[in-house]
């Protein structure tokens, strides 16, 4: 499986927009960019996927680079409730293995 | 509408025991799957299922077995526990396999092996 890389930690402020990045260098045409974040004690929650096109819902965007070397989690207003570390996963088409790295620790100060 | 339900939220075994971790889900999801997580570390996939009377292994399946009676279940068995087990579980499920589709997680079962 493809690997990606994340900064081990992040820091942000209340209300404010929050990037998060995923380097994936070695992505192939068929795989999916997943992204997942884990609050404390809790299991892993779904926020988004993409393949080539930028992606909205009601909880983040994605943004896709144009060669797919890369990905943004983009969070508009962070609360402190999106603490929590996200993870940035591949996952080929079709593939039943979802493979976690160690993600992003997200801290949100008041 | 429960989701993923897992069973029990704690356990504490004695090296040799044995023990199920339950797991069900109300969704009708066809994909089902064990992860376990330690301290510091993401996931890693145990073992999973694309529906019932189909199972096969993830990256970590050494030590566990599963079996999937029915499209609701998927137990996961520790048959002679070990301090390496000691871990936080959990189950997730999916509408599909070989879907790109949202993966639904339980809350976890941590379990401590002495």
């Known amino acids: 499986d493809a690997k990606t890389t994340q900064p081990n930690s992040m820091e942000s402020n209340e209300e404010e927009p929050v990037h998060l990045p995923c380097n994936h260098s070695?992505?192939?045409?068929?795989?999916?960019i997943h992204w997942y974040r884990q609050l404390p004690s809790q299991g892993p929650e779904y926020v988004i996927h993409?393949?080539?096109s930028n992606v909205n819902n009601r909880m983040a965007s994605l943004a896709i680079a144009e060669d797919r070397k890369s990905s943004t989690l983009i969070l508009h207003r962070a609360t402190l409730r999106d603490a929590a570390v996200y993870y940035c996963i591949l996952n080929q088409g079709g593939s039943e293995k979802l493979v976690f790295g160690k993600g992003t620790k997200l801290t949100v100060n008041p | 509408n429960a989701g993923v339900t897992q069973t029990p939220k704690f356990q504490v075994l004695k090296t040799g025991q044995s023990m199920t971790l339950q797991c069900a889900q109300d969704?009708?999801?066809?994909?089902m799957s064990w992860y376990r997580q330690d301290p510091g570390m993401g996931l890693r996939l145990i073992h999973y299922?694309?529906?019932?009377?189909?199972?096969d292994q993830g990256e970590v399946p050494n030590g566990y077995n599963v079996s999937r009676s029915t499209t609701e279940d998927f137990p996961l068995r520790l048959l002679l526990a070990a301090p390496s087990q000691t871990s936080v579980y959990f189950c997730?499920?999916?509408?599909?396999?070989?879907?790109?589709?949202?993966?639904?997680f339980g809350e976890g079962s941590r379990l401590t092996v002495l």
């Open positions: 299922s694309v529906g019932a009377g189909i199972t």
């Open positions: 070695t992505i192939s045409g068929t795989d999916y």
């Open positions: 997730a499920s999916k509408l599909q396999g070989g879907s790109v589709g949202e993966l639904f």
């Open positions: 969704m009708n999801h066809e994909y």
């Open positions: 993409g393949l080539t």
